[in-house]
Nanobody
Framework: QVHVVESGGGSVQVGDSLRLSCTASGRWVNSYAMGWFRQTPGKEREFVARISWNGDSTQYADSVKGRFTISRDSAKNSVFLQMNTLKPEDTAVYYC?????????????????WGQGTQVTVSS
């Protein structure tokens, strides 16, 4: 079983930065791809970024490209999402997810393990 826990959310102003952290525990977790998704009330969960098992491949949603950076530290079983130049439309609950496949996906249903989410609120 894989356990995923996010942290680092909070309330910030437009233009500020936040760094989300995600720790995954469990056997073989370092061979899993990891992804970040976000969700607002009444909307489907939205892809934000993903990173392959070894960190060599990353992918971003167009809405965050150039502002967000996903990275991982396998020694710490951790994945990070550095969010810069935050906008009000970035307000959401952010979820970290683990995929047994090595490259990951933009599709939420392909991830097997999810954290509980962390709230990010960006105010103007």
């Amino acid at each position: 079983q894989v356990h995923v826990v996010e942290s680092g959310g909070g309330s910030v102003q437009v233009g500020d930065s936040l760094r989300l952290s995600c720790t995954a525990s469990g056997r073989w977790v370092n061979s899993y791809a990891m992804g970040w998704f976000r969700q607002t009330p009444g909307k489907e969960r939205e892809f934000v970024a993903r990173i392959s098992w070894n960190g060599d491949s990353t992918q971003y949603a167009d809405s965050v490209k150039g502002r967000f950076t996903i990275s991982r530290d396998s020694a710490k079983n951790s994945v990070f999402l550095q969010m810069n130049t935050l906008k009000p439309e970035d307000t959401a609950v952010y979820y970290c997810a683990a995929d047994r496949e090595v490259f990951g996906s933009r599709r939420a249903y392909e991830y097997q393990y999810w954290g509980q989410g962390t709230q990010v609120t960006v105010s103007s």
